[in-house]
């Protein structure tokens, strides 16, 4: 079955550190996305991909970075600049081509939480 | 802009009520609309979709109508179940943002035996 696979479930990590989530798919889709979500906010855009070796920011960048180095694979660090690093982080991808309507696919999700 | 809002949660129904959770946008154009679904821990998964206004999305049992004249997209259900306990969000996408969503604060929903 195709799909979103992200892991691991669960990262504990120390304030300070690097961390790095990983987001992989075998959908065949050319756009990938990352989110985070946090109690009450709803989920906010953090980084899009809609091509291999392209990327940009989403609403908040900041303190995280992305590489997009194969059509299925689109790794998100938190990085020790990232002020509120412990969330619940999502991975998606789909088929977006400009103007179509294409529905987002969701991974399971990384719980993070930095002490 | 763009943006999406959901009536505030936490909803609780006992089994077999009637639900509706109200979702209104703000937008260019006429674009798609979504609900997606977040049960317990995992992510999110596409609920429905409506492409085009008086379009009416359907799945589950759920349903939900897009109405450019009241810039509306509520998502209803006859009669819940104790399955249906979850966070629903309701999504905008951004065509010329590479298809990004724009999702409202999602609305929690527990249905009680």
């Known amino acids: 079955d195709g799909g979103i696979t992200q892991s691991p479930k669960y990262l504990f990590r120390k304030e300070g550190q690097n961390v790095t989530l990983s987001c992989e798919q075998n959908?065949?889709?050319?756009?990938m996305y990352w989110y985070r979500q946090d109690p009450g906010q709803g989920l906010r855009l953090i980084y899009y991909?809609?091509?291999?070796?392209?990327?940009q920011k989403g609403d908040i960048a900041e303190g995280y970075s992305v590489s997009r180095e194969k059509k299925e694979s689109f790794p998100l660090t938190v990085t020790s600049a990232q002020k509120n690093p412990t969330a619940f982080y999502l991975c998606?991808?789909?088929?977006?081509?400009?103007?179509?309507?294409?529905?987002?696919?969701f991974g399971n999700g990384t719980r993070l939480t930095v002490t | 802009g763009n943006s999406v809002t959901q009536m505030e949660g936490p909803v609780t129904l006992s089994e077999e009520a009637f639900l509706t959770i109200n979702c209104t946008y703000t937008?260019?154009?006429?674009?798609?609309l979504f609900w997606y679904v977040q049960y317990p821990g995992e992510g999110l998964q596409l609920l429905l979709k409506?492409?085009?206004?008086?379009d009416k999305g359907s799945n589950k049992g759920f349903e939900a109508t897009y109405r450019k004249e009241t810039t509306s997209f509520h998502l209803e259900k006859g009669s819940v179940q104790v399955s249906d306990s979850a966070v629903y969000f309701c999504?905008?996408?951004?065509?010329?943002?590479?298809?990004?969503?724009?999702f409202g604060q999602g609305t929690e929903l527990s249905v009680k035996p």
């Open positions: 937008a260019t154009g006429y674009p798609s």
């Open positions: 998606a991808s789909s088929t977006h081509t400009g103007g179509s309507a294409s529905p987002l696919h």
């Open positions: 409506a492409t085009k206004a008086d």
């Open positions: 959908l065949n889709h050319d756009a």
């Open positions: 999504a905008l996408p951004l065509y010329n943002q590479g298809g990004k969503l724009i």
């Open positions: 991909s809609q091509i291999v070796n392209d990327f």
